[in-house]
């Protein structure tokens, strides 16, 4: 199996930047496509974007060019560069290992066991 684990995650203010981490071990060779999500309180989980193999990335909407999704192979890591932050993306972020993946960009938030997941970072965007 693949296990997974965030970190980077805290409290920034609007506008301000964090980094998100997603260390990736056991199987990473079938690691390829791996996502974030998002789910605020009372929210539903949402994705927030994924890179497939080919470092080929995909973005929700929200998010695009202020969010960058990055890995390094070398180093079985994920990344979230979150810039100019706003107060609606304060929620729990995890990194998931798509098990099925066919395309990459289509995510499904709502099947939690279509992923392998990490325990989650809370990040808090206050304004």
């Known amino acids: 199996q693949v296990q997974l684990v965030e970190s980077g995650g805290g409290s920034v203010q609007a506008g301000g930047s964090l980094r998100l981490s997603c260390a990736v071990s056991?199987?990473?060779?079938?690691?390829?496509?791996m996502a974030w999500f998002r789910q605020a309180p009372g929210k539903e989980r949402e994705g927030v974007a994924s890179?497939?193999?080919?470092?080929?990335?995909s973005y929700a909407e929200s998010v695009k060019g202020r969010f960058t999704i990055s890995k390094d192979a070398a180093k079985n890591t994920l990344y979230l560069q979150m810039n100019n932050a706003k107060p609606e993306d304060t929620g729990m972020y995890y990194c998931a290992v798509d098990l099925w993946p066919a395309m990459c960009g289509v995510w499904y938030p709502h099947r939690s066991a279509r992923y392998r997941w990490g325990q989650g970072t809370q990040v808090t965007v206050s304004s």
């Open positions: 890179i497939d193999s080919d470092y080929t990335t």
């Open positions: 056991g199987n990473t060779y079938s690691s390829n496509c």
